[in-house]
């Protein structure tokens, strides 16, 4: 009995840790968050696209680039001259997306992308920002990810900051079986396995 009132505990206090700390990582790189966001909706209408770190270094990305028809996927190093040839092949700028590099780097942003989601038959969409968790793993667990999304308008959120969906604003609203919660009108946050 006292063995499975200190799981409960443990269980309770860890999920707890990480709503703290994904508070406190908001807060402390909110502004940072928000201008990474409207780079990559500004860079994205000229040619969609999405950025993964694919090291702990934050040294090397995937770069996907979407045409009408295939979806190319290219590895790079951050500062290789291949990265800036191939942005410019696919008609995008290469100081603002290496920019947008960099601050993702600054505050070890793991990934940054747009979802299509409809709601009411239309068709909206939302970026998506994943971040390693720093926070106590058990050994042989999977890694965790806060997952950050920034809608266009204000969200409808239970009383318990808990994201709804829209439309019947009877459920909550789920990506990948996860649950959101509310950071800001406009962005919730869920922690996941999954960082896409």
């Known amino acids: 009995m006292i063995k499975l009132i200190l799981i409960l505990f443990m269980v309770v206090l860890v999920s707890s840790c ?3 700390s994904m508070t406190k990582y908001y807060t402390e790189h909110h502004e940072e968050l928000e201008i990474i966001e409207q780079s990559y909706k500004e860079n994205y209408t000229h040619k969609p696209f999405a950025i993964e770190f694919n090291d702990k270094g934050y040294k090397n990305i995937f770069l996907e680039l979407l045409t009408d028809s295939i979806k ?3 590895e790079f190093e951050v500062n290789e001259p291949r990265l800036q040839d191939t942005l410019k092949k696919f008609n995008l700028s290469p100081t603002p997306i290496k920019n947008l590099i960099t601050r993702m780097q600054s505050i070890e942003c793991k990934g940054v992308s747009m979802l299509d989601y409809y709601l ?3 068709k909206n969409t939302l ?3 994943s971040v390693k968790t720093k926070d106590f793993r058990w050994p042989l667990t999977p890694q965790k990810y ?3 999304t920034y809608y266009t308008q204000p969200q409808y959120y239970d009383a318990q900051g808990r994201l709804l969906d829209g439309q019947t604003r009877k459920r909550l609203r789920e990506l990948n079986g ?3 919660k509310r950071v800001n009108a406009r ?3 869920t922690i996941s396995e999954h960082f896409r």
């Open 18 to 20: 990480a709503t703290t």
């Open 72 to 74: 190319y996927i290219y």
């Open 120 to 122: 009411g038959g239309k």
């Open 127 to 129: 970026v998506f920002l």
């Open 146 to 148: 806060y997952i950050l």
């Open 178 to 180: 996860d649950v959101f």
């Open 187 to 189: 962005v919730a946050y």
